[in-house]
């Protein structure tokens, strides 16, 4: 095995092209002696046929496109390893989790109703995609950011994409849920109540990629060395915690910097700020699957830490940037599919139907079934069968045996049980039902856990998924669908289905619409069915502010709006602080190239008020100097320190500086720090690392 730092560097060497001093030649190796002019009859033409170099080079860039996936079209990806930490041999045979093992990976995250091109900030949910290139093939880990799904069987996915999506007949609104077919298909279907909430909340804004909660959705199983089974559900927690931005910043990201996230999380990575993540596992005995208030197979529920504690068993490094995004993250195919020993599905509808969805998506999108000869899909261990040709194999079989049973190649490649040995086992799960088209009534209750969401939210992160809905319904025409999803959200919660109502001007119907009743009364006949008493009815871990307070603000940049002028004694002590944290001062100033410093030294600038924005940054600091008069003129640096205000961020001022403040409508708050106040700079960090104060919005009613 090579060292964990090194697991990826080596994994692709041979597939790595390099040019440096290479004469340029056609895709048949031929040299071009001139790739500037085609081949003509005469200099001013007509262009010849014959021209064999030309064609060759029109034929490959007239296919340089495939079919975009038809969701998580829009994906960034890097590379990394895992290492298993924890002994959970007695549930799991995965060689991967063994205790000391490190596994290489390729992780893609995306958004899913964009198109490839579209805005990283979109309103949405995310995709986290591991491929573990384990020594028993590759393992394929296809979770969100979120950890239920709007639906609870396969059958309505594609009804469910469709009414995302843009509409069909003037393809709009672009990366967005914000219109009629979405909220037609949601209000309708009262299982979509619990993440729609998640959706409206601020998980769907996320502050960077590398801090997203991951989650496996569905209940799978841990399979033992015994064949006993257990109910797993998979949790991946960033190191760095999870965070969002505000919606208002949301949407100017989207027009300042589309690729934010993308950026965000190369730069990241090229810095050697490597991001990482826990695995953490929920184990539930089988005894125990129908002990709960709700449905461990239903893919709309959580199964509550509080009641059910989580387990570290590992963590994950990514540490590398791919060398070519279309080689690796374009053509990097998952499968929810691609099971190792000691992994299984559970009976969960909706992962029933992925398991034939990814398989066929691939070989439709990658163009054959030989996707997995591609590098970046590619087992580590080696692949050995008897399955032959197709488009695009590159693979060369050697030898005249392709068929098994064989006795000319000895009967190689063999099956495990052939030689006493191991191979993949389904889970032996004893089946004694009836053939039938039909959903449990254990799946009836669509709003004990939307209501659970809501209220473990604090008030600052409640009032975000009330202008959200308010946002999003605002956005459509028909008032009829306004009607039907304020039913809905009055079954949630009153206060929050009133408070969108208000936004809308309407009284929110205390019952579900009939159309709404209609629906779901062909899932459940005797719908609505009296639910259970849950036994959980708040849990701090559905909260991102409660455990923001954890945090860190390593990575996190700090823009220092300077001029020329500013005092660098001013800017010394924050900075070396901030360093000493892992945060980065990025210096911002009215032009780039450099500015003189008030002791006369010369200060390298990156950025400017012209090229910059607030929102790209997590927090602000205007030092002492000359640069104070120069700012105080400035309308942008006003906008830029007022922006990072509005969004609830930190700012700090030098004593010199504190006059701006006034200047840009900043009033002092809790992070709002000034040079004269009691350490002044440890204040500072403080509330770098609560994140954002949200409590400022409706304290100083600047709603973000
Ligand atoms: Fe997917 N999903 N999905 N999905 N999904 C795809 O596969 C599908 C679902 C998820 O980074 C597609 O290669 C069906 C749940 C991620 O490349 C497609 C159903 C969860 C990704 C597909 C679901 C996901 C996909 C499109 C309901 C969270 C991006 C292109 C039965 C647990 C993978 C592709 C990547 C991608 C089908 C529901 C996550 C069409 C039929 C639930 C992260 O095959």
Request: glycine content about 6%; some cysteine; aromatic content about 10%.
């Amino acid at each position: 095995m090579p060292k964990k730092e090194n697991i990826n560097q080596e994994r692709f060497t041979k597939n790595l092209i390099d040019n440096t001093n290479k004469l340029l030649t056609s895709n048949d190796g031929v040299p071009i002696h001139d790739n500037n002019n085609t081949l003509k009859a005469g200099s001013r033409g007509p262009s010849l046929m014959q021209d064999h170099l030309f064609l060759d080079k029109l034929m490959h860039f007239d296919r340089e496109r495939i079919p975009e996936r038809v969701v998580h079209a829009r994906g960034s990806a890097a590379h990394g390893y895992f290492e298993a930490t924890a002994d959970v041999s007695a549930y799991t045979k995965a060689d991967f989790l063994k205790k000391g093992k490190t596994t290489p990976l390729f992780l893609r995250f995306s958004t899913v109703a964009g198109f490839k091109g579209s805005t990283d900030l979109a309103r949405d949910v995310r995709g986290f995609s591991i491929k573990f290139y384990t020594q028993e093939g590759n393992y394929d880990f296809v979770g969100n950011n979120i950890p239920v799904f709007f639906i609870q069987d396969a059958m309505n996915f594609p009804d469910l994409v469709h009414a995302v999506k843009p509409e069909p007949n003037n393809e709009m609104p672009q990366a967005a849920s914000a219109h009629d077919t979405f909220w037609d298909f949601i209000s309708l279907m009262p299982e979509a109540a619990h993440m729609s909430m998640w959706v409206m909340s601020d998980r769907a804004i996320p502050r960077s990629l590398r801090m997203l909660e991951g989650f496996g959705v569905h209940t799978f199983k841990f399979v033992n060395e015994q064949g006993k089974g257990t109910f797993v559900k998979f949790h991946w927690k960033p190191k760095l915690g999870a965070h969002a931005v505000a919606w208002n910043e949301a949407q100017k990201i989207s027009g300042f910097d589309a690729d934010f996230h993308r950026r965000d999380l190369w730069e990241a990575i090229e810095n050697g700020d490597f991001p990482q993540w826990d695995l953490a596992v929920q184990l539930i005995p089988e005894e125990d699957e129908l002990k709960y208030s709700f449905d461990i197979l239903d893919p709309t529920k959580i199964i509550p830490e509080e009641l059910v504690p989580l387990q570290i068993i590992g963590t994950m490094t990514l540490n590398k940037n791919p060398e070519n995004f279309f080689a690796e993250t374009e053509q990097a195919a998952f499968d929810p599919g691609r099971l190792v020993p000691g992994i299984d599905f559970s009976d969960d509808p909706l992962l029933q139907g992925r398991v034939f969805s990814y398989l066929d998506t691939q070989n439709y999108r990658l163009g054959g079934p030989n996707f997995h000869e591609l590098p970046i899909n590619r087992p580590i261990n080696g692949k050995h069968n008897n399955q032959k040709d197709g488009f695009a194999k590159s693979d060369i079989p050697t030898g005249n045996v392709s068929y098994f049973p064989n006795s000319i190649a000895s009967g190689c490649p063999y099956h495990a049980m052939l030689n006493g040995e191991k191979g993949f086992e389904s889970h032996e799960q004893p089946i004694k039902e009836k053939k039938v088209r039909r959903r449990s009534d254990s799946f009836a209750d669509h709003f004990t856990q939307a209501r659970l969401f809501f209220k473990s939210q604090t008030a600052a992160e409640q009032n975000h998924i009330i202008n959200a809905f308010s946002f999003e319904l605002s956005k459509i025409k028909s008032e009829q669908i306004r009607l039907r999803e304020l039913a809905i959200l009055n079954q949630i919660d009153v206060k929050l289905a009133e408070q969108v109502g208000k936004n809308l001007g309407l009284v929110p119907p205390k019952e579900l619409d009939e159309l709404t009743l209609t629906f779901a009364r062909q899932n459940h006949p005797n719908y609505p069915i009296k639910p259970k008493k849950p036994e959980v009815e708040k849990s701090e871990a559905l909260s991102m502010v409660v455990k923001a307070g954890e945090g860190t603000i390593a990575t996190r940049k700090v823009a220092f709006l300077i001029d020329e002028g500013v005092s660098l004694a001013s800017m010394k002590k924050l900075e070396d602080a901030l360093k000493a944290e892992g945060a980065t001062a990025v210096y911002i100033a009215s032009h780039v190239g450099t500015v003189n410093s008030k002791e006369g030294q010369t200060i390298a600038v990156q950025h400017s008020y012209l090229t910059d924005v607030s929102v790209c940054f997590d927090a602000f600091y205007t030092p002492d100097g000359d640069s104070v008069q120069e700012l105080e003129n400035n309308p942008d640096y006003l906008q830029f320190v007022n922006e990072g205000f509005r969004h609830c961020k930190a700012l700090a001022f030098a004593k010199g500086a504190e006059k701006l403040m006034n200047k840009s409508f900043i009033t002092k708050d809790e992070a709002v720090i000034v040079e004269g106040q009691d350490r002044w700079v440890e204040e500072f960090i403080k509330a770098m690392k609560q994140h954002r104060l949200w409590t400022r919005e409706q304290a100083r009613k600047v709603p973000s």
